[in-house]
């Protein structure tokens, strides 16, 4: 193949770059390469970085730096983007390079970081990107503190991601004037309090299912229509969900308003869900239970 189709091809997978030593590798000179450049049919986008061809939107700008930049990776904002969370810019297109590069790209967040590890990577969209959890914790930098409390918020009542994994890549990266550490920490150690009422409570709440006799239902009940989440307890045969809810965050408006939208997907598949807070299940037991009780036999009754 010609070196200048392959180039073209090359570029065209690229966003529309190529590196100096592709260009090489297809066949150019170092003169061919500089002549091209000199009358601007090869535009400089970085160093040792050339843009062949002009392609629209933020994916195809994300995937030339991704290509052109040294060990580059999808991070922050734009991984943010992959991983479909909520409440975070769309409009950013973000990078992360090694600490010691000194590489730009128009357009381009360029971050650079010294301890991302394999485990903290994974490829999406043909592109080496930021895990979730390592995604969180990077944003944790940029973020204001009410703006990440929001982000893990909404990704802990999805069920995507744990307290105790994010605590672990915590730990393992935390350093002395590392951003975002401070930030993070102090949501964890907020939110781990509530994950262990969320226990108990949780305990409590299915000694009263015991209590009252309840049969037919099933514990940490993988929803159908949304991969990777569950309800707390679930009747299947009359499509009832209960759900207890013990978040001490749980007023915050992100966390209310992904609930309300999670018991709302849940309508539109023919089921019901039935939430109890802390004080339903220890100050009012016999209400939780004639509640549940009630609402199954209108369920049986239909």
């Known amino acids: 193949m010609h070196a200048q189709a392959v180039i073209i091809r090359i570029a065209s997978q690229q966003g529309g770059v190529i590196r100096r030593d592709q260009a090489t590798e297809a066949g150019f000179t170092k003169d061919q390469i500089d002549w091209r450049v000199s009358t601007g049919e090869w535009k400089p986008a970085t160093k040792g970085g050339y843009r062949l061809i002009e392609l629209p939107g933020r994916l195809s700008l994300l995937r030339a730096a991704a290509s052109v930049l040294p060990n580059a990776t999808v991070s922050h904002y734009s991984a943010a983007v992959f991983h479909e969370l909520r409440g975070v810019p769309r409009t950013i297109v973000s990078v992360t390079v090694p600490s010691k590069t000194t590489h730009e790209f128009p357009g381009v967040r360029v971050f650079r970081s010294d301890d991302l590890n394999d485990d903290h990577l994974l ?42 994994d994010l605590r672990s890549l915590l730990e393992s990266v935390a350093r002395r004037g590392k951003p975002g550490i401070g930030s993070m920490r102090r949501v964890l150690e907020d939110r781990s309090a509530g994950d262990e009422n969320r226990t108990k409570l949780e305990r409590a709440g299915n000694a009263l299912l015991t209590d009252g006799g309840f049969v037919g239902y099933q514990s940490e009940f993988p929803i159908p229509w949304a991969q990777g989440q569950r309800f707390d307890i679930a009747f299947p045969a009359q499509q009832i969900a209960i759900e207890w809810d013990s978040r001490r965050w749980h007023s915050q408006k992100l966390a209310f308003q992904t609930d309300r939208e999670r018991d709302r997907r849940a309508v539109e598949h023919g089921w019901r869900i039935l939430r109890f807070t802390w004080y339903d299940v220890h100050e009012a037991p016999n209400s939780v239970i004639e509640t549940i009780r009630v609402v199954l036999a209108a369920e049986l009754a239909v």
């Not at 080496?128 to 973020?143: G, M």
């Open 123 to 164: 490829t999406i969209r043909g592109l080496r990107t930021t895990t979730l959890e390592r995604t969180i914790l990077d944003l944790a930098a940029s973020l204001s503190p009410r703006h990440l409390e929001f982000v893990v918020d909404d990704l802990l009542a999805d069920g995507r991601c744990k307290i105790a």
